[in-house]
């Protein structure tokens, strides 16, 4: 209804050539990464942080549109501790590019376990399920002391282990040669 009434409005002859005008504009959108400022933002943030405070770079979706790798090259000369991807599959990219410093997977789930331990990429464990299964892989590859991260919910009632379950992870990792804990977070 609303195309007969701007057509009627316009007219057919006119309406046909602003048709052609619309289909002959082009939108080109560029976007322009300054590694250099990059670096300069990641300095302006070590300044506020105690030395050798360890930092982890989110470089997940190809850093968010701006280039995985160029970005983790840099962050990786910068001296960043971590990097975080958001599934293995990101880090398994990085890995095949060069990337050799530790990549955390922030989406970690069982079917990407085995792919994980082959490419040295830790995960994000949030359940008991979660530590399980990883522990499985680790075992099927012969691995020990593969480092792991542990999330806890502090609020958000998404994933990570509740207060309520801490003493009993605390147990269940003690005295694993498997695993050991690299970092907690929330």
Do not use: C, W
């Not at 970005?71 to 501790?81: C, D």
């Amino acid at each position: 209804r609303q195309f007969q009434t701007l057509l009627d409005f316009v007219g057919e002859a006119r309406f046909e050539r602003l048709s052609r005008l619309l289909e002959r504009r082009t939108h080109t959108t560029t976007l322009e990464v300054d590694l250099a400022a990059m670096k300069k933002n990641l300095n302006y943030f070590r300044r506020h942080l105690p030395q050798h405070h360890p930092m982890v770079a989110m470089v997940k979706a190809s850093s968010y549109g701006t280039g995985d790798v160029e970005v983790a090259r840099m962050l990786q000369h910068e001296g960043v501790r971590y990097l975080a991807v958001a599934f293995a599959d990101e880090g398994v990219t990085l890995r095949s590019k060069g990337i050799t410093m530790p990549i955390v997977v922030l989406n970690a789930d069982e079917e990407s376990f085995d792919v994980m331990v082959a490419h040295d990429l830790e995960p994000e464990i949030y359940s008991f399920h979660s530590l399980d299964a990883f522990r499985r892989a680790v075992h099927r590859a012969h691995r020990e002391a593969y480092p792991i991260h542990v999330k806890l919910d502090t609020g958000m009632h998404r994933l990570g282990f509740i207060d309520d379950e801490v003493d009993l992870l605390g147990r269940a990792i003690h005295h694993d040669t498997a695993l050991y804990v690299a970092s907690i977070f929330s």
